[in-house]
């Protein structure tokens, strides 16, 4: 019997294999989770695809995290399908290629505004669509994809500043959702080539050191561990763990020069 049997998932964000979500989406099946993707916009036919390639293939539901009105009709179609969720991962970041590489004040408060929606007040979005959903199942748990954000990155920019809006909400949600037995906790992925990943302009400079520096190591091909964590923390083995964030980046983190 797998960690996750019986429970129901939400995931987002799968666009191809080669993403942190379908990894997880992947394992979380594997672990005996029913699970449902969501897609947004011109990428909804991308995660369509993909789901063919996940066994049993999951339902696929529009959420565009810029229309709040999706997130409602999906925890809706949730509703009338399962009744409850277990559990939500939340995978989706987006900014603007002003936001990125570069001069950090060459973008404007309109392209950054978009960054910040999308990447960090989308986990607030899904966190309140899905609460009833998740207190339901007498409590679930939230898990969102993170990097980092205790220091600064090269050309990571206003994402930088989203990861770190995200780490921050990531606590305050868990502990309005905590009385209702929801988690919410962050796993700090390290570098994985994803399509997001090659939207960095130096995302090349994360791969040259980020081997070498990690005392267990690290492989931007494999992502197999980013998913162990997350489908460990939507199970009940971490029942008593929020507003955490957990590092899975072979130890970059906690290394000095």
């Known amino acids: 019997m797998g960690v996750l049997e019986g429970k129901k998932i939400l995931v987002t964000g799968v666009l191809t294999e080669e993403s942190l979500a379908f990894g997880v989406a ?11 993707l969501t897609g947004a916009s011109r990428a909804l036919s991308l995660t369509r695809r993909v789901a063919k ?16 009105l999706q997130a409602e009709s999906a925890a809706e179609e949730v509703a009338a399908r399962f009744g409850r969720l277990d559990g939500v991962v ?16 060459r973008a404007e408060w309109k392209d950054v505004a978009v960054a910040l929606e999308i990447s960090t007040y989308s986990l607030k979005l899904l ?20 990097l980092d954000a205790t220091v600064a990155w090269p050309g990571y920019n ?31 992925a390290g570098p994985i080539r994803t399509m997001a990943a090659k939207s ?4 090349a400079k994360f791969e040259d050191v980020w081997d070498a520096r990690s005392p267990l190591g690290w492989d931007v091909r494999d992502s197999s561990a980013v998913s162990k964590a997350v489908v460990a923390l939507l199970s ?17 983190h906690a290394m000095g020069a």
């Open 90 to 105: 939340h995978s989706v970041g987006f900014a603007p290629e002003s936001c990125l590489g570069g001069d950090l004040s």
């Open 127 to 146: 966190a309140t669509a899905f609460a009833p959903l998740l207190e339901a199942a007498g409590g679930g748990s939230i898990v969102g994809l993170d």
């Open 26 to 36: 992947q394992l979380a099946q594997q672990e005996g989770a029913e699970i449902v």
């Open 53 to 68: 390639r996940l066994t049993p293939e999951p339902e696929v539901l529009e959420l565009d995290v810029t229309v709040p």
């Open 158 to 188: 206003w994402m930088g500043v989203a990861k770190a809006a995200l780490e921050s909400l990531a606590r305050y949600l868990a502990r309005d959702l905590g009385p209702q037995g929801t988690r919410v906790n962050l796993v700090a």
């Open 200 to 203: 960095i302009p130096d995302f």
């Open 236 to 252: 009940d083995w971490f029942s008593k763990t929020t507003g955490e964030i957990v590092h899975v980046d072979g130890g970059f």
